[in-house]
């Protein structure tokens, strides 16, 4: 496997955490020095590891974020605020 570096730019939060100590995190984050994209990955305490993940550029993300809104919405909810 080829070397690479990265860097967590900024931290939104934590998705979900295991027992192991593993956590599903939302970082802004730049890949071989590259323009930092959004990433969705598990990582093991102290950020020792990581697993698989998924980046998502700005445009991506907001793709995503639609239809995750149209996927959890309740039947007839319009998801608009009134």
Do not use: C
Not at 17 to 31: D, M, P
Not at 37 to 59: Q, S, Y
């Amino acid at each position: 496997m080829d070397n690479f570096s990265y860097e967590i730019v900024k931290h939104f939060g934590v998705i979900s955490q295991e027992k192991t100590g593993w956590q599903k995190e939302l970082n802004l984050v730049s890949w071989s020095g590259r323009a930092p994209k959004l990433d969705i990955r598990d990582w093991a305490p102290n950020r020792e590891k990581m697993g698989k993940g998924v980046t998502l550029t700005e445009i991506e993300a907001s793709a995503l974020a639609e239809l995750l809104v149209s996927a959890l919405a309740k039947p007839g909810d319009t998801g608009t605020a009134d």
